[in-house]
């Protein structure tokens, strides 16, 4: 940077990032002395500059920025002079310590020091009387809080995450409450003590994560009136003091992967809390019936737990607003109890309790109920009356014991997805499926189903597999369909989908996989939309025509009596750009494959020897291709011919 004719009187706003010309020797620094109006100095990422220069000519700065200034190890004494300084940041500097009188500085409102070298804060800081935010996030050299930062009058927010700290300083004696309002040590891992807490009346946010050494809190946690998130998740801390139930104001309290033994009895009298979280709590064995009292409870969270049960209502009390109960890999939970007080319920996660063997009937009172998780359970059958659930649209379950579903589950009108892959017991679809009118999505895997009833023409996605003989499928109502898996051990019968001239289908990507279809594939070409096609292992196909007009990628493989590919009726719309055809030992012809003026990538391998294709010239699109020398006179002799970018 050229400090030639620099006199900038006049300016304001100064940003000089990223520049490695800018040190403690940089020749604009004695031209910069006229900017005597300057606010703000924008230095960040200058990563040569070692020292600030001289400070006193900005008697008016208001943002000094140093972030990211890597060999900066201090700053000049003359930063004291700076009456005016709002905003100070030296994050992820070289800075130890900061100048003594630093602490002149009245009206620093923010000072940002993550990431730095730092190892102590000013003594007596408390002076700083405008100072209302600190971050110090990644100060791994910081081990000492100073107790004058709690008098701080004016300070809101205090963030020092990832330090050495190990206690949290008291208020010095005769100071009044501070305003502090968030407290975040998180993964302080040093941190054994919070000490008194009832100096700090103003706190909303007490974040204590990842202080792994951390085994108590303060009994004083339960004059914080004004507290709204307690966050111990990861600590060694196994039992909240009882005072945690006066904190009339707190909404979210996380206790994920501690060590967490019970919930507070009287826990119910905590009237604002919403949300709990007690993810990974492996010591967590009940939970006291008393939180079924919370009368704001909306979220509760306790997955891979040791939980047993989950608590009945009192019947004298009024039903609760939880809307999400996650019991997820509760692995010793063995029955769901009464579930008629939760009558605002929308998300039910049960999902991994593997002793669980049934849902109480009285699910079906959950008229809210949106999802329903019971994969990976015991459960052989849902009650009846989970026919009732009126706004259910997700059903999940998979890897579960079930061996039906409902008979009448063609009164759940909301449901729109079925998943039950690994469903292995499963037996029967009930006829009544067909009643459903917004299903769209159906995935049932590794069945032992043997008939397929009619299924309910919204399908968008079908995904069917059993171990056992399919005789039928009738598929002639999925006028919507758009992908489609099946997967039966013999061959079945396919009746043909009726296309219609006047439906609307624009969706924008359709895929088709078939790992067993009969030799008439006729019917194909009436998935007018899809766009990817995919034909495995189809062991009873001789010949592949009349396929859909709007196919982009078409891929067969291990088709062993295939022995025509028609793309005939593709040729003039000129959308199929992929093409890969392998494992097909009596393919000998495809048709139309000449004409395919847009086809960008060509593999053809491991077939018939009498296989011939065009001169790969024609293709003026072509970019990447693998073709057999045995398919394709062009190879004359060579072994393989194959585009340079396409990776073997």
Not at 223 to 230: D, I
């Amino acid at each position: 940077m050229q400090a030639t004719n620099f006199c900038p009187k006049n300016l304001v706003i100064l940003k000089l990032n990223w520049s490695d010309s800018v040190d403690e020797h940089w020749g604009g620094w004695t031209q910069l002395k006229v900017a005597t109006r300057l606010k703000v100095l924008d230095l960040s990422d200058c990563r040569m500059l070692k020292e600030t220069p001289e400070l006193s000519a900005f008697l008016f700065l208001e943002k000094l920025i140093l972030k990211g200034c890597a060999m900066l190890t201090k700053l000049s004494d003359s930063i004291g002079m700076l009456k005016y300084l709002d905003e100070l940041d030296i994050s992820c500097t070289s800075i130890i310590e900061l100048p003594n009188n630093i602490v002149n500085l009245m009206s620093l409102k923010v000072l940002k020091i993550d990431y730095s070298c730092m190892q102590k804060l000013p003594d007596s800081i408390g002076m700083m009387e405008k100072l209302e935010e600190i971050y110090g996030e990644g100060c791994r050299q910081l081990e000492v809080i100073p107790s004058d930062i709690m008098g701080l009058p004016s300070l809101q927010i205090l963030k020092l995450t990832g330090t050495c700290v190990e206690i949290v300083p008291e208020l010095p004696q005769g100071l009044v409450a501070t305003r502090l309002k968030v407290l975040d040590l998180s993964d302080c891992r040093m941190l054994k003590e919070t000490s008194e807490l009832s100096a700090l009346l103003s706190l909303e946010k007490l974040i204590l994560t990842g202080c792994e050494m951390l085994t108590k809190l303060s009994d004083s946690i339960g004059m914080l009136k004004y507290l709204v998130e307690l966050d111990i998740s990861y600590t060694s801390i196994a039992k909240l003091p009882n005072s945690i139930v006066n904190l009339k104001s707190l909404k979210v309290l996380k206790i994920d992967h501690s060590c967490i033994q019970k919930l507070p009895d009287a826990i119910g009298i905590m009237e604002k809390l919403e949300e709990i979280y007690g993810v990974g709590c492996r010591q967590l064995k009940m939970i006291h019936g008393d939180i079924v009292r919370l009368p704001s409870l909306q979220i509760t969270e306790l997955t891979e737990t040791c939980l047993e049960n989950v608590p009945k209502l009192l019947q004298s009390l009024v039903a609760t607003r939880l809307k999400v109960l996650d019991l997820s890999y509760c692995r010793m939970l063995k029955e769901t109890f009464e579930l008629s007080a939760f009558l605002s319920l929308e998300k039910l996660i049960l999902k991994g309790c593997e002793m669980l063997t049934k849902l109480s009937d009285s699910i079906g009172m959950l008229k809210y109920l949106v999802k329903l998780d019971v994969s990976c359970t015991s459960i052989i059958e849902l009650p009846n009356s989970i026919v009732h659930l009126k706004s259910l649209n997700v059903l999940k379950i998979d890897h579960s014991c079930m061996q039906k579903l409902p008979d009448a589950i063609g009164m759940m009108e909301k449901l729109k997805k079925i998943y039950g892959e690994g469903c292995r017991q499963l037996e029967m679809i009930p006829s009544d499926i067909v009643k459903l009118p917004s299903l769209r999505i159906l995935k049932l895997t590794e069945t032992r189903v043997e008939n397929v009833p009619m299924l309910p023409h919204s399908l968008v996605s079908l995904c069917l597999s059993s171990t056992v003989s399919i005789k039928d499928l009738e598929i002639s109502n999925l006028v919507n369909l758009r992908n489609l898996e099946l997967c039966f051990p013999v061959t079945y019968t396919i009746r043909p989908v009726i296309p219609k001239s006047d439906l609307d289908m624009s969706s924008p990507y359709c895929k088709l996989e078939l790992s067993i279809i009969t030799s008439r594939s006729s019917y194909l070409g009436c998935f007018r939309y899809l766009e990817e096609l995919q034909l495995e292992n189809c062991d009873n196909l001789r010949c592949v025509g009349q396929l859909p007009s709007d196919l982009r990628i078409f891929t067969v493989s291990n088709c062993r009596f295939l022995e025509v590919v028609d793309l005939s009726n593709l040729s003039n719309l000129k959308n199929l750009t992929d093409l890969k055809v392998w494992d097909c030992l009596r393919l000998v012809e495809i048709r139309g494959l000449d004409r395919l003026e847009s086809l960008e990538s060509l593999y053809i391998e491991r077939c018939s020897p009498f296989l011939r294709i065009p001169d790969l010239s024609i293709w003026k699109e072509l970019k990447e291709w693998d073709v057999d020398a045995l398919a394709t006179d062009l190879a004359r002799g060579k072994q393989v011919a194959r585009s340079d970018d396409l990776p073997l």
